[in-house]
């Protein structure tokens, strides 16, 4: 069975700080990893992807995540936390075995204090 | 930009009445999803299609919700008799396969009195 665990309810931040929103996952087959963001009164946006290839991957608004298979995490990092980077971010995992059925974690919620 | 859209924004309706929500998914998609999110169980999956097919529906009550894709731009889910606690925000969402990630609508928000 297919699970994500964001082990953060809740990550704080100063703006211009480097931020990291932590996931690990378990999946059987070759997993397909996901951030999502969510703001207030809004729907799921897609962040950023990885599928194969490099484990560094980069998505919107200068956020990029990083694959590690030993450790099967993929947490999602910036450089440099801005103030309106503050919502409600979903790590997601699905596999080629699971018909693509995508599991979402519980959320972090980050607050970018000016 | 493309959209998945979503009917209706809110709908708030007493306990035992029927609840209908729609979604129209993006031009092209295959697959389609039903959510629910709540503070305490955060999103659970309830339906996913493909194809218009159900492929897996094991998050539903099926004794009270159903969901259909009665054609490829149309996707509902239903709640009969709805109660409190089905009180959440319902999101659909929209991708191809394989998973190159989805596009969700704005969602449902549904309050049971």
């Known amino acids: 069975a297919q699970s994500v665990a964001q082990p953060e309810d809740q990550v704080n931040v100063a703006e211009g700080n480097p931020l990291t929103v932590k996931c690990t996952y378990s999946?059987?087959?070759?997993?397909?990893l996901f951030w999502y963001v969510q703001y207030p009164n809004r729907g799921l946006q897609f962040l950023l992807k990885?599928?194969?290839?490099?484990?560094l991957v980069k998505g919107s608004y200068g956020f990029e995540a990083e694959f590690n298979k030993s450790q099967t995490s993929f947490h999602l990092k910036k450089p440099s936390a801005l103030v309106s980077d503050s919502a409600l971010y979903f790590c997601?995992?699905?596999?080629?075995?699971?018909?693509?059925?995508?599991?979402f974690g519980a959320g972090t919620r980050l607050f970018v204090k000016a | 930009d493309a959209r998945v859209t979503q009917t209706p924004r809110h709908k708030v309706t007493e306990m035992g009445q029927e609840v209908t929500m729609r979604c129209q998914p993006i031009?092209?998609?295959?697959?389609v999803f039903w959510y629910r999110q709540t503070m305490m169980q955060g999103l659970e999956l309830l339906a996913y299609?493909?194809?218009?097919?159900?492929?897996?529906d094991s998050g539903m009550p099926k004794d009270r919700f159903s969901a259909e894709m009665p054609d490829a731009t149309l996707a509902t889910l239903k709640i009969q008799p709805s109660e409190p606690r089905d009180s959440a925000v319902y999101f659909c969402a929209s991708g191809e396969t394989p998973n190159y990630g989805y596009t969700f609508g704005s969602g449902t928000r549904l309050t049971v009195v």
């Open positions: 999946v059987s087959g070759n997993p397909y």
């Open positions: 031009l092209g998609h295959n697959t």
């Open positions: 299609f493909r194809n218009r097919a159900p492929l897996d």
């Open positions: 997601a995992v699905s596999s080629n075995t699971g018909g693509f059925k995508t599991i």
């Open positions: 990885y599928i194969t290839g490099d484990n």
